[in-house]
């Protein structure tokens, strides 16, 4: 017997005691009552700040001067080729993101997206690396990431986002710069990813 | 073994009666750590340990305490969470052979491995395949059950930990003591030490002037690990989660370590136990509330990433996923100790423990230390054949701090209590095996033996067990000292050991941990 047949033999073996009528929908599962999250805008920009995100509110109009400033003395810039002409910033030196190698993703100061969503309750912006997200890589490597978040997009809690995304693309949940705590527990930020996080919240 | 492990082993041998477990030579390893009583007296002797631990322990628990209290509905995720994982592991087969059929779909391979050794046979041969003499690591509890980086390693493969915790682990020569923070029994200016002493034999050097800070001890890791993700052409990992319905992998992390091995290297190998599963995607919901508040102490950990076979032109191109069953259809097969696979590894009973806050996770003699290793332990090796396993189920108060923490639910006192049972039942007639039971037992009652009530309990069972204890311990010295323990619990362990008059936490807290 090849080892997956013995695992499942082994498996139904060791499930004698379970009917064999038995469903998996037989085993029942409670239903969560939806929190109520009053202000989710106002409660995401708290939330992503708590994790020592910079997070900026702005409107429609003011959001080319805001990203100026959060990218101030920034050389290169990474993008993804499909960000909306209209968030490609004046200053820094754009690089479109046309599958370039890692190393040379790592030679960049920044990179520059729009999200999936956000998440009000945990602070969590969303990204499933559709249209103007970029690839996986891009906003790993590089040691800033500017994230532009429409107030559109933030959702009340984590069942919310799970509601609204497709498991079949491939996503990255990020809750404030890269962190750790093994040292002491002292909470340091920024380890491997980007260890700035700057949000811009228009709307 | 390193300097520095050489040096702490000494240091330790000489304070204390028994000999602590200590990494072997190549590579350390937890066989050979003694039955939980002697390795539990070692690690109370070592107050530095105890100091990490009553640190860092204390805090994740305040820290959980306060995100969950936000939580309006804990109790319904929790209650849900638990009946998320009921339903998963009593149609298992249903579950495992949906997923490898997504999984195929999104054009990931599907390998099943039975034991230790068919895992590690499957990720040597296709590292090989691969023709690499290394791979980088996302700190994953299986692959350290199956000693896959030894199984790399003798097949001429380097594997790179890159968890923070793991690599001060890795670079320290050492073992894991802790699920969440395997370096817990570290300090700053220990790890600064291994740092300085130890990365440049494996890659770039920490830099000459690095400090204690743990700002700077970060930036040392971000510098040296760095390269090696660039380079790297395979990365292993576990997972938190899969999907059975989509296929979808998750890995929760903090550090951004797990993103890079997940991300840029051709070729993923993820090795995944088989009770990791949920039905579908939007069961991950309630698991995504429970683990991090649970876990952390945080609303959400920094990074999440899921992924579900290969998406052409981003992240690997070619994803495999070793299902593992290296014993857990044994534990499915015990009706009460099941639900110990709905475990999610959060860690959030080990920080309740009174015992594990006072002895330290290496005392577990297990990669799974804490009360949820004191039940899968001796489930996925069994009982009855390793003095050391049969001491587990004893290494506990039974005072149920675990199971309220538990985000799952898990009883974990239940369980105790029923393979207690199982230890007694596979000793009988052989009473060769019971010593370390019986020691485990006495140390865990003789914590709890300065209450007024415990001293009442029979005098002749301190003199029985006094005689055991001098006439088992090695080199003819005693152990444990002369402690009061009840005759009666051992005895009558087939069936309910006798609860303490006054719960161990209960004294705990009035006593201050006993030093009152
Ligand atoms: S047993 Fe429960 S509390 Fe302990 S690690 Fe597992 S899920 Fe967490």
Known sequence: ?203 | MSELARESSTRRSARSAEPAPRASARGATFLGTPPFPTAAKAALADTQLRRNLAHATGTIRGKRAAVVAEVDNWEELRLAGAALKDRTLRHLDTYLTQLETALTKAGATVHWAGDAAEANRIVVDIARAHDTDEVVKVKSMATVEIGLNEALADAGITAWETDLAELIVQLGDDLPSHILVPAIHRNRSEVREIFLREMGRAGKPAPADLTDEPARLAAAAREHLREKFLRAKVAVSGANFAVAETGTLAVVESEGNGRMCLTLPEVLISVVGIEKLVPTWEDLDVFLQLLPRSSTGERMNPYTSMWTGVTPGDGPQEVHVVLLDNGRTDVLADEVGRQALRCIRCSACLNVCPVYERTGGHSYGSVYPGPIGAILTPMLRGVGHDEQVDSLPYASSLCGACFEVCPVRIDIPEVLVHLRSQVVDAHRGRPSLQGAAMKAASWMFGRSARTAAAEKLSGLGSRVLDRTVRRRAPGGRRALGSLPWPVSAWSDARDTPVPPPESFRAWWSRTDGGRR
Not at chain 1, 90 to 109: I, K, R, S, W
């Open chain 1, 1 to 203: 017997m090849n080892a997956r047949d013995a695992i499942l033999a082994r498996v139904r073996t060791a499930l004698r005691d379970v009917p064999r009528d038995e469903t998996p929908a037989d085993v029942e599962v409670p239903r969560l009552t939806a929190p109520v999250v009053p202000d989710p805008v106002g409660l995401f920009a708290e939330r992503v700040a708590d994790y020592k995100a910079t997070v900026v509110r702005c409107t429609p109009a003011e959001l080319p001067d805001r990203l100026a400033e959060a990218l101030d003395g920034v050389g290169r810039l990474l993008v993804p080729t499909d960000l909306p002409p209209d968030l490609h910033p004046a200053g820094p030196e754009l690089v479109a993101d046309t599958h370039l190698p890692v190393t040379a993703l790592d030679a960049l100061d920044g990179v520059l997206t729009t999200a999936r969503l956000g998440i009000a309750e945990t602070g969590t912006i969303v990204l499933d690396h559709g249209p103007g997200q970029g690839r996986r890589a891009a906003t790993l490597v590089p040691d800033l990431h500017v994230c532009v978040v429409r107030t559109d997009q933030v959702v009340g809690g984590v069942s919310d986002a799970v509601a609204a995304l497709d498991p079949h693309r491939p996503q990255t949940w990020i809750s404030g710069p890269s962190a750790t705590s093994d040292i002491e527990l002292d909470r340091v930020e920024g380890v491997h990813g980007p260890r700035t996080l700057h949000v811009l919240l228009v709307g």
